[in-house]
């Protein structure tokens, strides 16, 4: 399985961006899609995540300006990220899972693209 992220960029604090993910190869093993965010200097964290049944959960920090979706198919995810703060500059990382979990963590994640980078400036 390979994860690409796109959609990434430069914006304004208050703006809104959508990055999106994409699951190629054995796809038909893939179920959850998550997207971590790990600033410098700081550890992953978690953004947001969607299981294979469409169940959704959030870090603490977006819930209510974040959201993940992912196509019927489940081989493409997106996130759409509005009212953009400063400190959602982060490298945005997509993840898939091939197990079954409502909440998985970041160990659970099977597969990861290579990041894409979201500026937010003030």
């Known amino acids: 399985v390979q994860v690409e992220e796109s959609g990434g960029g430069l914006v304004q604090a208050g703006g809104s961006l959508r990055l999106s993910c994409a699951a190629s190869?054995?796809?038909?093993?893939?179920?959850?899609m998550g997207w971590y965010r790990q600033a410098p200097g700081k550890e992953r964290e978690l953004v947001a995540s969607?299981?294979?049944?469409?169940?959704?959960n959030y870090g603490d920090s977006v819930r209510g300006r974040f959201t993940i979706a992912r196509d019927g198919a489940k081989t493409r995810g997106f996130l759409q990220m509005n009212n953009l703060k400063p400190e959602d500059t982060a490298v945005y990382y997509c993840g898939v899972t091939l197990g079954y979990s409502d909440y998985p963590d970041v160990s659970q994640y099977d597969y990861w693209g290579q990041g894409t980078q979201v500026t937010v400036s003030s």
């Open positions: 190869g054995v796809i038909d093993r893939v179920n959850g």
């Open positions: 969607i299981t294979g049944d469409g169940i959704t």
